[in-house]
C-alpha cells in the first residue's frame, strides 16, 4: 500500500505561481502523475513522470506553465505551475502506478494509476 499527501494548493491571481507537492510512502516509486478535477468533470491527467531520473511528460493543456519533477530522496514529486489562470481551478491529485503507466496511451489515463491521494484545492481567481 502507498500512501500519498499532497500539499501547496491555494487561492492565487491569474498569472500567479504555485508549487504543489506529494509525499510517497514508504516510497515514490515507478510513475508518478498529477491529475486535476472539477465537479462534474472526468479526472483530467495533466503530468507524469518515471522517477529515479526518468522521462516527464505534460499534457498539451498545460506544457510550458506546468513542470513535474521530483525529488528521489524526498520521496516527493512536484508540479511548478506557473501563468496560472481561472480555469486552471481544481482539486489536484497525485498518484503512483506501476512503470507501463508512464508510456504512451497511459499517462494521463486515471486507470493506469494504482494509488492516489486525497487532493489539494487550487483556485485562480482574475
Known amino acids: 500500500q502507498v500512501h500519498l499527501v499532497e500539499s501547496g494548493g491555494g487561492s492565487v491571481q491569474a498569472g500567479g505561481s504555485l508549487r504543489l507537492s506529494c509525499t510517497a510512502s514508504?516510497?515514490?516509486?515507478?510513475?508518478m502523475g498529477w491529475f486535476r478535477q472539477t465537479p462534474g468533470r472526468e479526472r483530467e491527467g495533466i503530468a507524469s513522470?518515471?522517477?529515479?531520473?526518468?522521462?516527464?511528460y505534460a499534457a498539451d493543456s498545460v506544457r510550458g506553465r506546468f513542470t513535474i519533477s521530483e525529488d528521489f530522496a524526498k520521496n516527493t514529486v512536484y508540479l511548478q505551475m506557473t501563468d496560472l489562470k481561472p480555469e486552471d481551478t481544481a482539486m489536484y491529485f497525485c498518484?503512483?502506478?506501476?512503470?507501463?503507466?508512464?508510456?504512451?496511451?497511459?499517462?494521463?489515463?486515471?486507470?493506469?494509476?494504482?494509488?492516489w491521494g486525497q487532493g489539494t484545492q487550487v483556485t485562480v481567481s482574475s
Open positions: 513522470i518515471k522517477t529515479n531520473g526518468g522521462s516527464a
Open positions: 514508504p516510497a515514490a516509486r515507478d510513475c
Open positions: 498518484a503512483q502506478g506501476p512503470l507501463i503507466a508512464c508510456t504512451l496511451g497511459r499517462r494521463f489515463a486515471s486507470h493506469s494509476y494504482a494509488f
